[in-house]
């Protein structure tokens, strides 16, 4: 149920923020919005309404605030140019400031006042502005205002995550999302696993049906900030210990197991070694004393290292959809070469999929009977593309057997059902009402990429040309391209292009040679956090500025 005791210290949560985080006292002095005795006067306001003649001229003027706002917004977004961005930033502020003389004179406006389309602008102006400064003299009015009832409850929610951005870099709800380059960013969260537990008391949907709502209504992909953006100038022990108490305050309290100090334990990395022009290498006779190894850009002691050879385990994941009906030929010569190049002790398992995921075969170094079932492919349908990989990891990686390492061959167009919805609300009977989306979001998708150690080669099937204007757009397909250029390069996998079949000329083989020979490099961690936080990690050679090393993006600590 949505407590009372976190509505009520979301004031003193404020001044928590304030006195341990800003670097500048300088916003006490200036109070653009509210002074403190001024927020007083607007929240007696709430209990005891004050009488408003001008009821219809208020609340045009911020239905008008709001529609400018809305119109700037959308061109930033269409072209984000920085004298547009700072234009669109100075209209807010303005509009904000001049909303805070509205409550200055009339004090809280309620429904009966504003109606509901007028209430719902002002809270659009205080919701969607990067002017924390006035968010934060109006938060106590909202803290007030959601606690008599009279705004839902999500805006605080909302508001509570803003500010936490802008000082400990985390936030508590997931409300808060980035969009650059046409691509989501989640800002870092204050702990997953009760993160909807937390939603759900401030009537917010669970965070998947959240991302999966913005996934389909802007055709784009939402990817989790890992850590804040400014976490290397930040104080560790400071920022854990402000979140700790902000917490408590809250009254979202955690299992006292949740959080702990992260002992000492071993890292291992499987990393490859390519040319720059992506081609794999071998017999470099390269040492343990070549290779700079950095977790959160601190250099770490290396205290294992071998070069292997050892078999592996690789799953062929193949499109099948609609989509992909003309280069459906193409896809099956191209696991028979794959078949056909694998080494004696390689296992390979086959996955086909198109509105449903099916296994074509589990593991096994037949040859004979893989290439039996790959005569077998036909299948047709809608793109359910994040289903399928979250499916192999689930049931196919599963039965991986220890001391073989593990990788994906990715052949597809990258079009999930997810980016050819209509962003319009289709009618039943319509082609875009038929498609269903993954139910796996690409935040989730990506983080279980991030959490295991199978190497993404995905392989580009370019069916743009064919199908642009039927049901997609240039958009969905950028969008998909980038899918699977971020599941490769966050595994330490590669990403392909090919559009026939002469473009894989060459690809199998330096997969195949790329998964033959890693080298194993193990080390035991002497950066400081928390179990569940990221670390970045990045790898070089030294003195070969020719060489490109291929590993794990970073890993959660356990």
């Known amino acids: 149920m949505f407590g009372k005791k976190f509505v009520k210290n979301s004031f003193k949560l404020l ?149 936490r951005i802008e000082t400990t870099g985390r936030q508590v709800f997931g409300t808060q999302i980035k969009i650059k380059n046409e691509i989501g960013y989640l800002y870092p969260l204050e702990n997953e696993s009760n993160l909807d537990k937390w939603r759900k008391m401030y009537d917010l949907p669970p965070i998947s049906e959240f991302i999966k709502l913005i996934e389909i209504r802007y055709r784009t992909i939402v990817v989790r900030m890992p850590q804040p953006p400014n976490l290397k100038t930040q104080n560790a022990s400071t920022l854990n210990a402000s979140q700790n108490e ?53 250099k770490q002691e290396i205290s294992f290292f071998s070069t292997t050879d050892t078999p592996f385990d690789l799953v062929l994941l193949l499109d099948l959809s609609g989509s992909t009906i003309q280069k459906q030929q193409l896809i099956a010569d191209s696991a028979r070469r794959f078949i056909d190049l694998a080494r004696p002790n390689d296992r ?11 296994i074509v075969s589990e593991f096994t170094s037949d040859k004979k009977e893989l290439f039996e079932k790959i005569q077998k492919l036909d299948d047709s349908g809608s793109s359910r593309i994040w289903d399928a990989l979250d499916f192999t990891y689930r049931k196919i990686l599963k039965s991986q057997r220890k001391g073989r390492r593990s990788a994906i061959v990715f052949m597809t167009d990258g079009l999930d059902n997810t980016l050819m919805q209509n962003p319009n609300r289709p009618v039943a009977g319509s082609f875009f009402f038929s498609l269903r989306p ?19 080669f995905s392989i580009y099937l370019d069916t743009e ?7 997609t757009n240039a958009k969905s397909f950028r969008q998909a391209r980038r899918t699977l250029k971020m599941l490769s390069e966050e595994s330490g996998g590669q990403y392909y292009k090919a559009s026939q079949i002469e473009n894989l000329s060459g690809i199998y083989e330096r997969i195949i040679n790329d998964l033959s020979e890693v080298y194993s490099i193990g080390y035991e961690p002497n950066t400081e956090g928390e179990k569940g936080t990221w670390r970045e990690l990045n790898i070089k050679i030294k003195d070969r500025p020719d060489l490109i090393v291929k590993s794990k993006k970073g890993y959660y600590a356990k």
């Open 15 to 163: 001044f928590l923020l304030l006195a341990l985080n800003l670097a500048s006292s300088a916003i006490f002095g200036q109070n653009p919005c509210l002074t403190k005795a001024e927020a007083d006067k607007v929240i007696r306001t709430i209990k005891n309404p004050l009488k408003v003649k001008s009821k219809k001229k208020i609340r045009r003027e911020i239905l008008k605030m709001q529609e400018k706002q809305i119109e700037i917004n959308q061109k930033v977004a269409k072209e984000p140019k920085k004298d547009l961005i700072e234009k669109a930033r100075t209209q807010n502020r303005n509009y904000l400031i001049r909303l805070c003389g509205i409550f200055k004179e009339y004090g809280w406006l309620r429904k009966n006042t504003l109606k509901k389309e007028g209430l719902d602008a002002a809270l659009y102006l205080i919701r969607n502005s990067n002017e924390t400064d006035i968010q934060r003299e109006l938060f106590p009015v909202i803290v007030e205002a959601t606690q008599k009832g009279l705004i839902p409850k999500g805006n605080l929610a909302s508001l509570i995550d803003k500010i």
């Open 246 to 298: 902000e917490n408590k305050l809250l009254g979202l309290t955690e299992d006292e197991d949740e959080i702990l100090n992260i002992e000492s334990s071993l890292v291992n990395l499987n990393v490859r070694v390519l040319t720059k022009d992506l081609i794999g290498t071998r017999n470099l006779d390269l040492k343990k004393e070549d290779f700079l190894v950095y977790e959160n850009s601190k």
């Open 348 to 358: 390979i398992a086959i996955v086909a999929f198109a509105d449903y995921v099916r």
């Open 438 to 456: 993954s139910k796996t979001t690409f935040t989730e998708l990506l983080e279980k990429v991030r959490k295991n150690d199978a190497n993404i």
């Open 465 to 471: 040309y064919a199908y642009a204007g039927r049901f």
